[in-house]
């Protein structure tokens, strides 16, 4: 049995409204997209960008590749399948957190358009700032945080992003962020400074 | 590839301490886990709860079978393997939330000890209040309301709690709260009695 079998009654119009929440909060709530491959700076962009968000006041919450995939996506590979089964649970969680006023920061290599323009419909093209953290694939494996670059080499990891996976460039993206060219502090200043403005209540 | 292979770094350290969003929520993260029969009142009475606790400057978020369902669930059905990933999800989803600090208010019958069990181990046994919203099954069939019942009765619905599956009274819980004795208010005071002090912050 599915949802389709209509026993399922949605209670959404029924719960305090996403506005209620937004005003107790003092902010709009939004989904912060961040794309780019593994070692782009993702993970490290969302944290300072969270900082600088709490130090404002506003309430965040950073979904992860790694601490969603412990936890609720634990049952979840890296074949194209799951990759797409992975994003689709984010991307619903997501909009959980968005009718509760919350902005969240999500950090996921989301490598096609296809998964990026599910997760944008999920979401709503409203909430949903999609920002490409990009450099240059040398530049990430060179970086190798992880140890994943080389061990992708290597053979040991399949279907890796860059290596042996697609990654297609964002042609929606609302911003681009060359962590190459950049350092943290510029770059956090210029996600900033597009963000800012969309979750500022009036 | 799983997570089992090692590339998967948990990150929840390093990002922004739940006890820091909590502090700016002015609230304890907790979450209320109603168990119970179709019919016993658990949305009814979770958007009671949520409106009381709202006036009082509490930020919560229901979770709901029906509004999770036609969400992130929406690819899972109602035999014993789906409830089970339908509760995981749900208490990984609930974490997520506790980390940021909000109270959930999850309004899921999960009928079995094992079930509710799992609940509490994925989302720790020191943030987890369980509350029995209870009324004898005649009452709930009497009740209604989604006219599920009188589905399940002509077997139109199958594995239904109560008729064709199983409810086993939950042996742990914090809290009983008898609707077909009580009224809405009285039984919302009742829970805001116990609530209350693991919400306040000191």
Chains 1, 2 share one sequence.
Request: charged fraction near 30%; glycine fraction near 6%; include cysteine.
């Amino acid at each position: 049995m599915t949802v389709d079998d209509k026993n399922i009654f949605p209670v959404y119009h029924e719960i305090l409204a996403r506005e209620e929440k937004e005003d107790l909060l003092k902010q709009r709530a939004s989904v912060i997209w961040f794309t780019g491959l593994s070692g782009a700076g993702k993970t490290t962009l969302a944290k300072r960008l969270e900082e600088e968000l709490f130090s404002r006041g506003y309430l965040t919450q950073i979904l992860d590749g790694d601490n969603i995939r412990t936890g609720i996506n634990n049952n979840l590979g890296f074949s194209p399948e799951d990759r797409y089964e992975n994003i689709r649970r984010i991307s619903e969680i997501s909009k959980l957190f968005l009718h509760c006023g919350i902005i969240t920061i999500n950090c996921f290599i989301s490598p096609t358009e296809e998964i990026r323009e599910m997760a944008r419909s999920i979401i709503g093209e409203d909430d949903f700032i999609e920002i490409f953290i990009n450099a240059p694939l040398n530049i990430c494996e060179e970086r190798d945080v992880k140890g994943l670059y080389s061990r992708a080499r290597r053979g040991e990891i399949k279907e890796f992003t860059g290596i042996s996976a697609p990654f297609e460039i964002p042609e929606k993206c609302n911003l681009e962020v060359r962590t190459d060219i950049l350092s943290i502090e510029e770059s956090v200043k210029k996600i900033l400074e597009l963000v800012l403005p969309k979750i500022e209540q009036e």
